[in-house]
């Protein structure tokens, strides 16, 4: 099991100097990096379709590689002494987030889903670096030894769980201070099989903007409005920092007023994400929910609304808790879940002001959402509605099939 543990640090002033100096240089190196792939591609890629039979074709430079990149930092540490103050894992690890970067535009990620092209990290984009490797006596107390940095002191708020190992650490620069992730693995730990989703045995949920889901049995979780809650001041900032002159010290301060309310709003929508999925887990069953078209939505005039109510890191962060927990997530097609009746499985055509379902079919009466949530946990368990009605009443248990598991 591999799991990740943040703490806020204390750096002294000097420290604060040396990483800020650290971020810089690997800033930098990240860009040479990212260019000498970049002019290989331009070099290399050719529109033309056909040429004549007797033609001169260039060679063809040498694609550059993780390794070759990284045996290349030699060259660069003796071009550039300041570069032999950075750790030699921190630097080689910059060039392995080069190579993602790139790989992940040209061919992909591993269900074949290509990203936009990497762009050039401006001054101050680049904000963190890793230690790959980290001896397990590097806490000491409340303090953490970083190789080349020294002894750093640290809020320890909560103790390292029992039999895990520290693997790797990366440390973060925020607006409101520096940070470090512990990434933590604990092989004996055994991976939990989860049962076969059943009626009995599984939650379906809607998602929505009036409430922030609902489950199949009619319980709703508010929506917070983080952001519609301090969008009066975040405008009040945004208007005395476009007032100042740039360059100035005081538009820098204004930007880190900036930062920091938006910093806010993102952790208080992050706690509320965790609490709300630990409220779900606590129940001990699968949950079922519907595979949105975020992207699509957050087109639309509900965009601010939907960026708000942040249902892919809520979904991301459920997932993640359900399989530690040995249960699963388990995504349904949307298609008719809210159109549908979930007694009778007739359509019954609803506007989106609807908030009522009203069935003329079977009589059924209940809230819009709920109807959904019915819906969607039904799909999950992979019976359609009667005979999932007919197997809840008589107590019969079948093999169901999966409709997709996330």
């Known amino acids: 099991m591999r799991i990740a543990y943040q703490y806020r640090l204390r750096p002294t002033a000097s420290q604060i100097t040396l990483m800020n100096e ?22 290399n890629r050719c529109p033309i379709n056909a040429c004549p039979l007797i033609c001169h074709l260039p060679e063809l430079k040498e694609r550059p590689s993780f390794y070759s990149q990284k045996r290349d930092l030699v060259n660069t540490k003796a071009l550039f002494p300041v570069y032999k103050a950075i750790h030699s894992q921190v630097l080689q690890n ?10 992940r535009w040209l061919d992909g990620d591993c269900n074949g889903k290509r990203a936009g092209r990497p762009r050039f990290k401006g001054v101050g984009r680049y904000r963190s670096f890793t230690f790959p490797q980290m001896t397990q006596d590097c806490l000491q107390g409340m303090f953490i030894h970083l190789p080349k940095i020294g002894m750093v002191k640290l809020i320890l708020h909560r103790p390292l769980p029992d ?29 939990l099989t989860p049962d076969i ?7 379906g949920i809607d998602m929505g903007l009036k409430a922030f889901l609902v489950d199949d049995l009619g319980g709703e979780v508010a929506i917070p409005k983080h952001y519609r809650r301090t969008e009066k001041r975040l405008k009040r900032l945004q ?17 880190k007023r900036v930062a920091k309310a938006h910093l806010k709003v993102a952790n208080q929508r992050k706690d509320f994400h965790y609490k709300t999925a630990n409220s779900l887990l606590s129940r001990g069953k699968h949950i079922a929910y519907e595979r949105l078209n975020i992207k699509g939505i957050a087109r639309t005039r509900l965009a601010k609304s939907t960026y708000d109510a942040g249902w892919g890191q809520f979904l991301h962060i459920l997932s993640v808790k359900a399989e530690r927990a040995g249960l699963m997530t388990i995504a349904v097609n949307p298609s008719g879940t809210s159109q549908n009746c979930s007694r009778c499985d007739h359509k019954v055509p609803k506007a989106i002001h609807d908030r009522w379902h009203a069935c003329p079919h079977c009589g059924l009466e209940l809230s819009r959402d709920q109807n959904a949530a019915i819906n969607i946990k039904n799909r999950a368990v992979g019976h359609p509605v009667l005979k999932a009605q007919e197997m809840s009443l008589t107590g019969v248990t079948e093999k169901p099939a999966l409709y997709a598991l996330a």
């Open 22 to 43: 650290w971020l810089e240089l690997l800033r930098k190196q990240y860009n040479y990096r990212l260019a000498e792939r970049i002019d290989w591609w331009e070099r």
């Open 94 to 103: 910059c060039v392995e987030r080069v190579q993602k970067a790139f790989n």
């Open 163 to 191: 039999g895990f190992k520290i693997k790797t650490a990366t440390i973060t620069r925020k607006v409101d201070g520096w940070y470090v992730a512990l990434s933590l693995e604990d092989a004996s730990v055994p991976v």
């Open 197 to 203: 989703p059943t009626l009995d045995n599984t939650i």
């Open 239 to 255: 208007r005395s920092l476009s007032r100042k002159q740039k360059g100035s010290n005081r538009r820098q301060q204004a930007v």
